[in-house]
Nanobody
């Protein structure tokens, strides 16, 4: 059974930091590109950041978070992280983890809520 379990969300003041984690099970984590997405109230889900499965772990960021957020992964722990610094109220959203294998279907986690107060 595949599970992607996000954690680390919460309430933080603007300018603060949070670190999200996504623990994966039931997949071959090391071959998956992993990503973080978010969905704010009344808006569509959007890409935040991705990291490839290669040794170098090539990263990609949405323009809105570049320079503030850092995605990383620990293949030994089957976990992907999102370090979020200099948070803004517009970062408020439910953050989802997604696995994307080189073939077959990917999976979504159930999300973790991040609320940034002004």
């Amino acid at each position: 059974q595949v599970q992607l379990v996000e954690s680390g969300g919460g309430l933080v003041q603007a300018g603060g930091s949070l670190r999200l984690s996504c623990a994966a099970s039931g997949i071959i984590f090391s071959i998956n590109t992993m990503g973080w997405y978010r969905q704010a109230p009344g808006k569509q889900r959007e890409l935040v950041a991705t990291i490839t499965s290669t040794t170098s772990g090539i990263t990609n960021y949405a323009v809105s978070v570049k320079g503030r957020f850092t995605i990383s992964r620990d293949n030994a722990k089957n976990t992907v992280y999102l370090q979020m610094n200099s948070l803004k109220p517009e970062d408020t959203a439910v953050y989802y983890c997604k696995s994307s294998p080189p073939y077959g279907v990917g999976y979504w986690g159930k999300g973790t809520l991040v609320t940034v107060s002004s």
